[in-house]
């Protein structure tokens, strides 16, 4: 097999063959580095035992970066080269890296002479359940200087924003994750999983949105109690102002005066469009979104309208719920949305020292085999539950320290470490190389990486611009596309693509599915 050098890259080689079957993409769903299947039984050691990873990490990274804690050696180079090496002894468990190359480390002075060091660690997040974590471990670790009388670390999180906050409706740009909530079946208690989980991250810190996506038949209005219950419109600006419950921002067509709609599709995704893109969700890092039941029209236009991080899937023991609801999966994973967790609802109860199960088991256990969601949570019957719905105040609210409150809780560690794995995992999936003058691929949930010539990714070009839509045939020639072309920007689109933009002008639009087809570049 030939391999055809390419003038512009020194230290590769285009390889002329197509990738080998292992590098093709499957239809399969993202899934955590650890397959950790939570059952309920380990439900409640989920907290300890990711607070414990942080510790053990951060003790064997200190071993081979040959730091002790507590017994710092004197560094040869300067006080802040001390520091940093002192804070790379804390691993983050979902990255896998130091805090220091995960850019945590922010606004650090040092005073040598008086022993002072001050600096902020700024997570990816507010509800990071680590924080306390961090901030003790950033403390013990620079005090261990020998030199460093005074530590001061403060505690910060990034600005609410997506990947590519540019291409999206103004309402949209300053809000981090957008979770979606489906069960594609209805009555499997979906918005009593939503709204919990909502409130969940709020009360772990974050700055928390929900919005009903119901039009036919809206939930919130009933779980939720906010002393205005009409949604208000800025004159100005044309823009609709949330209500609020308890600091998290609420959106329903029930709070828009109307009541349940009585439209068709066209309509109602048109309703939905403008409740959703031209509210002012203001500064948010998640957007809890309860989804409607089924897999039509109105679930694909918020797939489509809305950057989706990732997608919680609510089911009930029932096969019937396991039917449905692996549709909607499927959509999903058709959609490059990661399943993140799996809720199975009512599925047991306790009296007289037994657990019954009245509607079977196995149905959420089923969808977390068949489709690889690396996490199950089940929600036992209690009658608090269900009535905590009705009287207009969530449950994780009304006794945050009780069974279900804890299972929450645990949902809310799970959506907040995958949320940050899948931001990380796509904002460095794709990037460019000016030392080998290469565009490197790493496609979100792949070990795999390799090398592209920018030549061959601007010529494989399938737009309107390059490729006629009707006949099929090749517009852009090979030959106008220069061997020393270099992109100048490369952008995640979402969970699917990034896009490119090149020195002519054109913006490219290209999927992981499209990169991983590709000649690629080998070493030689």
């Known amino acids: 097999m030939q391999a055809v050098h390419a003038s512009s890259s020194p230290h590769f080689s285009i390889h002329s063959s197509k990738p080998p079957n292992s590098t093709t993409t499957t239809c399969s769903l993202f899934t955590s580095s650890v397959n950790v299947k939570s059952s309920q039984r380990d439900q409640s050691s989920l907290w300890t035992s990711y607070n414990k990873r942080v510790i053990l990490k951060s003790t064997f990274s200190a071993k081979a970066t040959s730091v002790e804690v507590g017994n710092s050696p004197v560094s040869t180079g300067t006080a802040e080269d001390d520091v940093l090496k002192a804070l790379s002894q804390i691993i983050d468990p979902d990255f896998g890296t130091d805090i220091v190359t995960c850019g945590f480390v922010k606004d650090l002075q040092i005073d040598e002479a008086l ?93 928390v949105g929900i919005f009903d996506a119901d039009v036919y038949g809206p939930s919130l209005p009933t779980m939720v109690s906010p002393e205005s219950r009409l949604l208000e419109m800025n004159p100005e600006k044309k823009t ?45 890092d998640y957007l809890v979104i309860d989804m409607p039941p089924g897999t039509g029209d109105i679930q694909l236009t918020l797939c489509q309208i809305v950057p989706l991080t990732a997608a919680v899937i609510v089911t009930t023991p029932q096969k019937l719920s396991f039917i449905d609801v692996a549709k909607g999966v499927r959509m999903f994973s058709k959609l490059k949305v990661p399943c993140v967790a799996v809720v199975e609802n009512m599925c047991h109860f306790d009296a007289d020292g037994k657990r019954y199960y009245p509607f079977g088991r196995g149905s959420g256990s089923q969808v977390v085999e068949q489709f690889g969601i690396p996490h199950l949570f089940d929600l036992p019957i209690r009658p608090t539950l269900s009535a905590s719905g009705d009287s207009g105040m969530p449950e994780v609210v009304a006794d945050p320290q009780g069974e279900v409150s804890k299972i929450f809780q645990n949902l809310g560690v799970c959506v907040v470490q995958q949320c940050a794995k899948i931001r990380q995992q796509v904002s460095t999936a794709v990037s460019y190389d000016k030392s080998v003058k290469a565009i490197k691929v ?83």
């Open 240 to 284: 609709i102002i949330p209500t609020e419950y308890m600091g998290v921002k609420l959106v329903s067509f029930g709070f828009a005066g109307q009541g349940r709609a009585i439209m068709r599709g066209p309509m109602v995704s048109g309703v939905i469009n403008q409740l959703l893109t031209t509210t002012e969700w203001g500064e948010l």
């Open 442 to 524: 790493r496609v979100p949930d792949s070990d795999e990486e390799f090398f592209l010539h920018p030549a061959t990714v601007r010529r494989n070009d399938r737009s309107a611009q390059s490729v006629d839509e009707w006949t099929g045939e090749q517009k852009l020639q090979y030959s106008d596309v220069p061997e020393d072309i270099e992109p100048e920007e490369i952008r995640p689109m979402g969970n699917y693509a990034v896009s490119i933009n090149w020195p002519d002008g054109f913006s490219q639009i290209a999927p992981y599915e499209q990169l991983q087809t590709m000649e690629r570049l080998v070493a030689v």
């Open 115 to 207: 022993g002072e060091v001050s600096f902020r660690l700024e997570l990816t997040t507010p509800a990071c359940p680590i924080k306390d974590v961090f901030e003790q471990k950033a403390n013990e670790v620079v005090a261990a200087l020998p030199w460093v009388k005074n530590v001061n670390v403060t505690m910060s999180a990034q600005p609410a924003k997506p990947l590519y906050a540019e291409q999206l409706p103004a309402g949209l740009r300053t809000i981090s994750n957008i979770i979606a909530v489906s069960s594609c079946k209805g009555g499997v208690g979906k918005s009593t999983v939503a709204v919990n989980l909502a409130y969940t991250l709020a009360d772990m810190g974050a700055r």
